[in-house]
């Protein structure tokens, strides 16, 4: 099991593999629908490596793969609860990756801790998970991809038939940049902090029915492809 701790955030602010993010080898693992097209089957997910530990690497979606709500209730929530971290494990899981690609994914300790918080948020933020998939938090976004132009990410054709938004002002890789989840709260227990179509870190409210996913994952190196 791995943990990403507040001092190795801070040191992989100083590695290439954290400020330049977007510039790493791309990494294709898994298959999920995402041209909307499902009669030609999932296409390959790509990744973007965020940090290597230990024979493992850290791995961020390039697109926004889904629209699914943090919760499917209005209601005041943790990550610990909420539907978002269910479907995550267990529905998204299964679809995407094969009975061999699963024991490649590193259970992961995910500190949830107030120092993961949006700067100003006092709200409690729950307890600390394990999962073999997850959401950035903010204070993640904030060190994995330093700049609002490295954190925007466009929804995929099925994303967006799904109701993501799709913001045409706002670019990235000639596609329009969409709306996606983080895992921390904010003030308030009912919003959770998001990345903009801008790339700008924010919140909005645990049902918002246009933010999208992208997943993250620790992968044991030697059993990519």
């Not at 030609?40 to 990744?47: L, Q, S, V």
């Not at 961020?60 to 609860?81: C, F, G, R």
Request: aromatic share 10%; glycine share 6%; net charge negative.
């Amino acid at each position: 099991m791995k943990r990403i701790t507040a001092w190795l955030l801070a040191l992989l602010l100083l590695l290439p593999t954290a400020a330049g993010a977007e510039a790493a080898e791309p990494v294709f693992f898994g298959h999920y629908e995402q041209d909307n097209n499902p009669d030609n089957g999932p296409e390959p997910i790509e990744w973007i490596p965020l940090a290597e530990e230990d024979g493992s690497v850290l791995l961020l979606s390039l697109h926004i793969l889904d629209v699914v709500p943090y919760n499917e209730k209005y209601t005041d929530m943790t990550w610990e609860a909420c539907s978002l971290r269910a479907w995550l494990n267990g529905a998204f899981l299964d679809a995407a990756f094969t009975e061999a690609e699963r024991h490649a994914i590193l259970l992961t300790d995910v500190d949830n801790s107030p120092a993961q918080r949006a700067p100003k948020s006092v709200t409690d933020p729950g307890a600390e998970t394990q999962d073999y998939i997850y959401v950035l938090s903010y204070a993640e976004a904030a060190a994995f991809l330093s700049s609002d132009k490295a954190r925007r990410s466009a929804p995929t054709d099925y994303a967006l038939a799904r109701g993501a938004l799709s913001n045409i002002g706002c670019r990235v890789g000639g596609r329009a940049s969409g709306l996606w989840w983080l895992r921390s709260m904010d003030n308030r227990r009912y919003r959770v902090s998001v990345v903009y179509s801008s790339g700008a870190l924010n919140c909005t409210y645990v049902t918002k029915p246009t933010a999208g996913v992208r997943p993250v994952l620790r992968v044991n190196q030697a059993m990519l492809p």
